[in-house]
């Protein structure tokens, strides 16, 4: 649903989703392109924001684990498997799908563009709605708004 591996993500996001995408040139250079690559397939765009991941492994397509993090004294767990990995000289993306127990239901993508201006580009897209079990479906204004929070934090992750 996210695409990772595409140019261009499609406009429409499927009936009941809500659709989030933001970008943020994080810096420019080899180096920095280096660093920053591989800190993403490591998850560190997670554990930077405040995640923990259940693995030490990198990202690794149809991967099933467990993403835990503490929101006002409570730890919430996310079950996801990752259904895509992208490793290509000027591009490096994963993406994930939730499975059930965690908040929303949907795709979430973390995607690093290499320029040919030498910038780099950080991209996280998600496709997402309340899931349906469990006490979430109540929750959920106060899940999107954690996930607005979220999704800043990942922006600042790879600087």
Do not use: N
């Not at 810096?27 to 765009?45: E, I, K, P």
């Not at 990198?58 to 467990?66: G, W």
Request: a positive charge; charged letters at 25%.
């Amino acid at each position: 649903m996210t695409h990772p591996e595409s140019r261009r993500w499609p406009e429409a996001a499927p009936p009941g989703y809500c659709r989030a995408s933001s970008t943020r040139i994080i810096g420019h250079g080899d180096d920095l392109w280096h660093r920053a690559a591989t800190d993403l397939l490591r998850w560190r765009v997670k554990t930077r924001s405040g995640f923990r991941v259940d693995t030490g492994r990198p990202v690794s397509p149809a991967d099933r684990l467990q993403i835990t993090v503490r929101l006002l004294g409570l730890r919430v767990v996310e079950p996801v498997e990752v259904v895509a990995v992208v490793d290509e000289p000027d591009r490096v993306a994963f993406s994930y799908r939730t499975r059930p127990g965690h908040p929303l239901h949907g795709e979430e993508a973390f995607i690093l563009k290499h320029g040919t201006d030498g910038g780099i580009r950080f991209t996280v897209r998600s496709l997402s709605r309340p899931a349906q079990q469990g006490p979430w479906r109540a929750l959920s204004p106060a899940v999107r708004i954690a996930q607005r929070i979220a999704h800043a934090r990942y922006l600042r992750a790879l600087r």
